[in-house]
């Protein structure tokens, strides 16, 4: 006898996600951060890196701006007239290339191409760019070395440090912080270099006044690039994490909000103080409860996929109906459905929409039976009257659910149908209610006084609903 084989189980492939396009892992990994990510669900990631790339497509136009204004500055201004007179003008052979350079990375940015070798080049040349530029303004100027080393285009390097603070990752900003003091040491050392131990003071005006390097002003331009960057780095750290934790909570939430009534949900993210087993809060409602009968029949000669593609079909014409007369959904009970109207949310129509909503079910259950559930029929009650909205559970296990006498009597006025031969059953006390707050029958109804219902001491008068 030949086996039968086993087809594979279908396993739904997720898309890849294209960190490793954006981060510099390779170079600089012990500047980062790498068990954060991996931990949330592949979507949330993606929107995480294309986040990412939108922000590394604004400081590319942050760099661009920069070059422009630092070109028109130095077209449209005079030149000064203690400047050197020389041919040689250092400033447009710096930024032409640069500019140039700029232009490349956003048009290669817009490409989705940025591997972490071409963002480290990218800041280097940021640096590059800026101390080169401000050094040449000794050889501009005739001035000796010293001479840059108080100019204040200094202060744009914290330009450069910052715009990578858009990034959800500090080690651009660590990258960039580094490159830059590592910069401005090598600088200052040509300029020690260039003018001798002659050129080193400590007298402040001299300083100030003249060709001169005060190491104690170098040291808090080194030390400030430190700091600036550490702060902004723990800045960016911290708006990772509480990035990463707020998208994992809210997918988390989002996805646990499909397993809760939408008011329910509400009620527990609405709720001013932590929500704890044994809150209650009391309620004037109205308790719906649906039946699907003849269902074990049905179940005990289908398979359990059928069976659940069943109730998938019942729930998806019956759900809606209740929600649209503002309903909740309380719980599922196998084949059943319990909904409660002004439990979570008070309501002066209460009965008034439970009945709606049962003769919408029950209109609804008629097409649906004709539609291929043959054998299968809904029943249905609706009880107003007052209950308690309450938190039951313990610790991490709680569940929102109402708890009275009206309730109790939905349940047994659902399982009463059957012995009345109706579809649909209500007390007087609640029809009359619903009447006066404008409920207006679709279908006859039938007055049955003095009922016995199993479970309810004396009787009942009851209305049958729905024909």
Sequence with gaps: MAKSEASPPL????????????????????????????SLPRRVQQLIVDQEARSERLITYVQLTVVLIFGLLYFIAPKPADAALTMFEPVPLILGPYFLF??????????????GWFLVLSMLIDVGMLWTLLWS???????????????PMFAYIFVFISIRALRFDPRFVLSMGAFAAIG???????????????????????????P??????????????????????????????MLVTAVREEAAGRQLRRFLSEGVADAVTDAEIEVAAGRAEARDAAI????????????????????????????????????????????????????????VTPS?????????????????????????????????????????FAALGHGNRLE???????????????????????RALTDAPTFERALSEGFAPARPTEQRPAREVAGVDGTLDLVSIAG
């Design 348 to 388: 002066p129509t209460a009965a008034r929409n439970g009945l709606e909503a049962l003769e919408d079910v029950i209109g609804e259950a008629a097409d649906w039976a004709e539609a291929g559930e043959a054998g299968l029929a809904v029943n249905g009650s609706v009880v107003a009257g007052p209950v308690v």
């Design 288 to 343: 719906l409860m649906l039946d699907v009968r003849g269902f074990t029949s049905f179940a005990s000669q289908r398979t359990p996929a059928d069976v659940v593609k069943m109730l998938t079909r019942f729930h998806a014409r019956a759900i809606p109906l209740i929600q649209r007369r503002g309903g909740v959904v309380d719980k599922f009970m196998g084949d059943g459905i319990m909904a409660t109207f002004g439990a």
């Design 212 to 241: 001169y390097v005060l190491i104690g002003a170098e040291f808090d331009k080194v030390f400030t690039l430190v700091v600036v960057t550490a702060v902004l780095s723990l800045a960016v750290f911290r708006a990772r994490r």
């Design 184 to 210: 401005w040491i090598i600088v200052v050392a040509y300029a020690l270099d260039d003018g001798g131990e002659e050129v080193i003071t400590r007298n402040f005006v001299d300083y100030m006044t003249g």
């Design 137 to 151: 303004f000794h050889i501009d100027y005739g001035q000796p070395a010293a001479f840059y080393l108080k100019i």
């Design 102 to 115: 700029t232009l490349l990375r956003l048009y290669l940015v817009h490409r989705d191409f940025a591997p």
């Design 11 to 38: 396993v739904e492939t997720e898309p890849k996600v294209r960190t490793g396009r954006w981060l510099p892992r390779s170079l600089f990994s012990h500047l980062g951060m790498q068990g954060d990510m991996p």
């Design 400 to 422: 929102y659910t109402v708890i009275g006498a009206a309730a109790n009597l939905a349940a047994k006025l659902e399982k009463h149908n059957k012995l009345e031969g109706s």
